[in-house]
């Protein structure tokens, strides 16, 4: 069982490095609607791959980068609202991956380990693609930290002091959708963004400057990521699924802190 869970957990852990800060800017800029829309349209890049014989999830990665720049365009195109726009991609690309699945002729799909993951089938070799991942998205992050935290407190003060607001949060954006391409095959497109959501979610209550709650949010994803895969080795549970369920049992628990 060890060998088999350990590539997940590995995986799990290296993915709590990126999807803690990431996940602390979709709760201070409230994305978390932003994020479902590319997680869905995650599957029809799994349908394109598969259509053209690419592997499925270098597709969702091309897919949910060319989703995301997309909806910046749309954002500042029409008169509707983001949550408008938001909506429309969303359902409309799971639907169309959804029926593009089902006209490939000669081809076995299993829905269920795009949808919620399929953490057991993680080897050694995509630990090693995560990880690179992990470093090249972690890195930028470092790197615009300051930047991506300017327009997040105040874009107005940062646009005065001389920073371009629309491309700084393009690239959050485009991190935030590498990010859940990475991150679809361990708990799967349709609850990828409750990875990013709920240990920061949870941080919040204990944070006080955004670094501490980064911190903490790692942390609280670690420790969701553990016992969800424990929770699947001892009672046999989906383990996308348990992770996110021990995440919000982790989140439930911190509602009972006092806030100061």
Not at 122 to 137: P, Q
Not at 154 to 173: D, F, H, I, K, T
Request: net charge neutral.
């Amino acid at each position: 069982m060890l060998d088999i869970l350990l590539p997940a957990w590995l995986a799990g852990l290296l993915l709590s490095l990126i999807t803690a800060p990431l996940g602390a800017f979709v709760v201070w800029r409230k994305m978390a609607y932003f994020g479902d829309t590319l997680s869905h349209s995650a599957l029809l890049g799994v349908a394109l791959g598969i259509f053209l014989e690419v592997d499925p999830y270098i597709a969702v990665i091309v897919m949910t980068v060319i989703l995301a720049m997309a909806l910046v365009w749309l954002e500042h195109k029409t008169n509707y609202s983001v949550d408008t726009v938001l909506g429309i991609i969303a359902h409309c690309s799971l639907s169309l991956g959804v029926i593009t699945i089902s006209l490939l002729d000669n081809v076995r799909v299993d829905l269920m380990s795009y949808l919620f993951g399929d953490l057991l089938a993680i080897n050694f070799n995509d630990v090693i693609f995560i990880g690179i991942g992990v470093i090249v998205i972690g890195g930028i992050l470092a790197i615009f930290w300051s930047k991506l935290l300017s327009i997040t407190i105040s874009p107005e003060l940062a646009q005065v002091e001389g920073l371009n607001v629309a491309r700084v949060r393009l690239l959050l954006m485009l991190l935030t959708a590498l990010t859940i391409a990475l991150s679809m095959k361990f708990v799967g497109a349709l609850i990828i963004t409750s990875l990013l959501i709920i240990p920061s979610a949870t941080a919040r209550r204990f944070a006080r400057i955004p670094e501490a709650m980064v911190i903490y949010a790692t942390v609280f994803s670690i420790i969701a990521v553990s016992l969800g895969l424990l929770l699947s080795g001892i009672k046999d549970t989906p383990a996308g699924p348990s992770v996110v369920v021990c995440a919000g049992v982790l989140f439930l628990l911190s509602l009972f802190k006092k806030e100061t």
